[in-house]
C-alpha cells in the first residue's frame, strides 16, 4: 500500500514539477516580505464618523488625511518603479538607531494615544468645557543601546523605588539627585500584567539619565462625555491637530469649517503648537482626490505643500499652522 502511494507521488511530482516549482516562486514573491516599504497617496478619513457622544451637528466637515503605506514584496516594489507617486522607503529609515522595526510600530501606537489625549485636552478647554485627569499612563516608546535596563518599549510605567510615577519631570528630578551606576527598581505593566524591572543611571550628555524616552497619556472626565475611536491599523501622532479642531467643533455651538470639506495633517501638544509630520506630499494628494476644499498643514512642512501644489496644480486652499487658536483665527476668514 505504501509503495502504491509512494510511486503515485513520485510519478505525480514528475509530471507537475514545472507548475510546482512555478507554484513555491510565486507564493515567495507574494508573500515573502523584504526590507522596503512604500509610500503612496492616502485619503482622508471623517473624524465626525469616529466620534460619538453628545456631538452638535454641524454642517460642514472635518478629516484625517494619511498616508498608504505598503509592504515590499516584490510584485509591490516593481510596481513602485513604475507608478511616480509610489515612494520605495528603507525599513531602516523608519526606526530609530538599534531598533527593531516592531518597536517603530508600538511607538507609533502610542503616539496615537498621546494625540488623542492632547486633542482632547486642548479641545475641552478652549471650548471651556470641563475635563479633569483621571489617570496618567507613561509609556516607554525608546531605549538607547546604551540604556542599562530590562525595560521594553510599550511598557508603563507605575512607580520607581516604590515611588508612584505621576509626573516625568518629577522623575527626572529624582534621577538627577542619583548617582551613576545606581540601580532604579521599577515597577511597569507589560501586556496587561505588572512585572518588576530595572534600569542603571548612565551619563549622557553630562546628564545622569536612564536612556529613555518617554510618552505621556490621560485619561479623563469630561462633560459632555465625547470619544473618539480609532482602527486597529491607525497609529502615529500627525492627526492632533484635526482632531482637537473636530473635538473642538463638536462641543460648540458655531462651525468652524463654515461648510467646507476641511482636510488636514499635523501633531499637537498640551500647549496647542502645531507640529511637523512626514509624507505631506501623500496626504495632499490624497485630501485633493477626495475633493477637500481646504487643506490646513504645519508651518514646518508649508512650504513643501504649497511646492507640490503648484507643480501639480491643485484646486485646494491651504493654511499654514502654528498653533490650535491661529488655525482657528485663519478658518474664520474662509
Not at 119 to 125: I, M, R, W
Request: aromatic letters at 12%; proline letters at 2%.
Amino acid at each position: 500500500m505504501f509503495n502504491k502511494l509512494y510511486t503515485r507521488f513520485k510519478n505525480f511530482i514528475k509530471g507537475n514539477y514545472k507548475f510546482l516549482i512555478f507554484l513555491v516562486v510565486f507564493t515567495v514573491a507574494m508573500t515573502v516580505r523584504l526590507p522596503w516599504s512604500i509610500y503612496a497617496p492616502g485619503g482622508t478619513i471623517d473624524v465626525r464618523e469616529r466620534m460619538t457622544g453628545d456631538i452638535k451637528d454641524k454642517e460642514g466637515s472635518l478629516y484625517l488625511t494619511y498616508v498608504s503605506f505598503i509592504e515590499g514584496t516584490i510584485p509591490t516594489l516593481l510596481l513602485a518603479n513604475i507608478l511616480p507617486e509610489w515612494d520605495i522607503i528603507s525599513n531602516a529609515d523608519l526606526t530609530l538607531e538599534g531598533e527593531e522595526f516592531n518597536d517603530s510600530l508600538v511607538r507609533d501606537r502610542i503616539y496615537l494615544y498621546e494625540s488623542v489625549s492632547n486633542a482632547t485636552y486642548v479641545a475641552y478647554t478652549a471650548a471651556e468645557q470641563s475635563i479633569d485627569i483621571e489617570n496618567t499612563k507613561n509609556y516607554v516608546t525608546y531605549i538607547l543601546d546604551d540604556a542599562i535596563t530590562d525595560l521594553q518599549v510599550g511598557d508603563i510605567i507605575l512607580s520607581y523605588n516604590e515611588i508612584p510615577f505621576s509626573e516625568f519631570e518629577q522623575f527626572q528630578e529624582y534621577i538627577g539627585n542619583q548617582e551613576i551606576g545606581d540601580r532604579i527598581d521599577l515597577l511597569v505593566e507589560r501586556n496587561g500584567k505588572e512585572i518588576n524591572c530595572y534600569a542603571e543611571i548612565i551619563e549622557i550628555t553630562d546628564l545622569k539619565k536612564i536612556g529613555l524616552t518617554i510618552s505621556t497619556v490621560y485619561d479623563f472626565s469630561k462633560n459632555p462625555d465625547i470619544t473618539y475611536s480609532y482602527d486597529t491599523s491607525e497609529s502615529g501622532s500627525s492627526g492632533g491637530l484635526m482632531l482637537t479642531l473636530s473635538f473642538y467643533n463638536s462641543l460648540i455651538d458655531e462651525d468652524i469649517t463654515g461648510g467646507k470639506k476641511i482636510s488636514g495633517t499635523g501633531t499637537i501638544d498640551l500647549d496647542g503648537n502645531v507640529g511637523e509630520i512626514g509624507g505631506v506630499k501623500y496626504k495632499l494628494a490624497g485630501a485633493v482626490r477626495e475633493g477637500s476644499d481646504v487643506f490646513i498643514v504645519p508651518s514646518d512642512n508649508y512650504k513643501e505643500a504649497k511646492k507640490v501644489k503648484e507643480e501639480h496644480d491643485y484646486d485646494i486652499e491651504l493654511i499654514e499652522a502654528i498653533t490650535f487658536d491661529q488655525v482657528l483665527e485663519e478658518l474664520k476668514k474662509l
